[in-house]
């Protein structure tokens, strides 16, 4: 019998993938790095470690390589989270996937407090 969307309890009706997020342990500080997918069933987990990000000192930068997917919805909550960081701070972002790049690339073309390094 195939399965139907949702019946592992997503809300999305994507198979559930964990978004996980790891302190860079190499002597790199402020680096965290993120691997998973942002969408419906991990926007608020995105949005919590973003909230915890922005509570620290300097710039935020962020390894997401391990990402393979991000929709508008967390786009958005990347862009409001780099919007409100004071004091000329960034989010600097190493290796987004393609999805997180074009969506910023439309909507954001303009937001300094954002770096893309591909």
Known sequence: MAELPGEDGSRSGRPRCPLVAEEDES???GLVHVRGQVYLDTLMEWERILG????????????LSG???????????LARTAQSLPGGRRI??????????RVLEMFWPELVSIEVAK
């Open 27 to 29: 002597g790199d500080v």
């Open 52 to 63: 915890g990000l922005r509570g620290r000192e300097g710039d935020i930068h962020m390894d």
């Open 67 to 77: 990402l393979t997917f991000v929709d508008v919805a967390g786009a958005s909550s």
């Open 92 to 101: 600097l972002i190493e290796s987004p996937p393609a999805s997180l790049s």
